[in-house]
């Protein structure tokens, strides 16, 4: 992959080194880092496209008030504190890249558009459904509908106003995926501003991962951190039931309309943060948002956790603890090593990979099984 902005953008940091040496370098480390835990058991190595991987992405908008136009505007590798101007961005999707080149003169046309802009979001799917949000330092009133939906029909994707306090979706406010699986395939509503995978091709070696190492489990899964279902549905046959905790109303209200589109039966979303679960599963607390969920008819063997880049607090570690396997999934090996670290009491790892989530970058995605002892 090559890029114009190599050098300057501060999004690509291993822009020196070629794809295949930015993974070997990556995973090199990560082995080094967890050799302890590794020592009979190999780290996988999953490699995403080479350029047009990214589903998501934010950038900032300059205004040259001299000229009268807008840029693109990402922060600057030798200073993250200030912004440098790009014309393209070569590891978004095609289906992206496509509808960033088309938007900016139809933006900066149009003063109503163009006026008090600062940043432009795209989400895409793999088949190149698009998303863009708009983002303002004004109010949006009845004149910026109107020239924006002047843009959506001239672009043919949905289009999202925000500025303080107030979001206009014209006319829906999410992208629909489709994750392919030897199961058969899924369609995932993702809902723009919450999290979603970033690296679609990844997503679902992330997904092949964790189904072949619960192929025929039998046991009732729990996981921590399920957002929209993104996992829970495609792994949900290799379960009896399964319980997905999630802190994000919005979160909870897509995964609910997922299993609906999907005809899964065996799913209940509740909505709670790992460390109020942690305490209504050990009899800590009592919770209403669980009144309709009986704990008690679970037999849960697993546990899939997705946490934050901060890793597991000390209450959902002790959680997990309990668990015959644990499928953790991290994007923060330093916090996952830690972790594991903690774990290695009651645990050994049973199997381990690196998902290059986040090609150019040195960020790691990395997916570990554990079993207990």
Sequence with gaps: MTCDAFGRCGSCRLFDKTYDEQLEFKATALEEAFASHLSTTPLERFATTDGGFRNRAEFKIWHDKEHESIHYAMRRLDDSKSYGIITSCTIVSPAIQKQMAAILPLVQSSEILRFKLFEMDFLSTSDGETLITLIYHKKLDENWVAAARELKEKLGCDIIGRSRGSKIVLDKDYVTETVHTHHGDYRLR????????????????????????????????????????????????????????????????????????????????????????????????????????????????????????????????????????????????????????????????????????FAYTPHMEMGVILQKK
């Design 190 to 357: 993702h809902i723009e501003n919450t999290f979603t995978q970033p690296n679609g091709d990844i997503n679902q070696k992330i997904i092949g991962f964790l189904s072949r190492h619960t192929e025929g489990s039998g046991d009732d899964l729990l996981e921590l951190y399920c957002g929209m279902g993104n996992l829970t549905l495609p792994l949900a046959k290799n379960f009896r039931k399964v319980l997905g905790i999630e802190v994000a109303k919005s979160s909870i209200h897509a995964g609910r309309e997922n299993l609906e589109a999907n005809g899964i039966e065996n799913v209940t979303f509740a909505r709670m943060s790992a460390e109020e679960f942690t305490q209504a599963y050990t009899g800590v607390r009592s919770f209403e948002r669980l009144r309709e969920v009986d704990l008690a008819s679970y037999q849960f063997g697993t546990v899939l956790v997705d946490p934050p880049r901060s890793g597991l607090d000390p209450e959902s570690l002790e959680l997990v603890r309990r668990f015959d396997k644990v499928l953790y999934i991290s994007c923060n090996p330093e916090t996952l090593l830690e972790n594991l670290n903690d774990l290695a009491s009651s645990h050994r790892v049973a199997a381990a990979a690196v998902f290059d989530q």
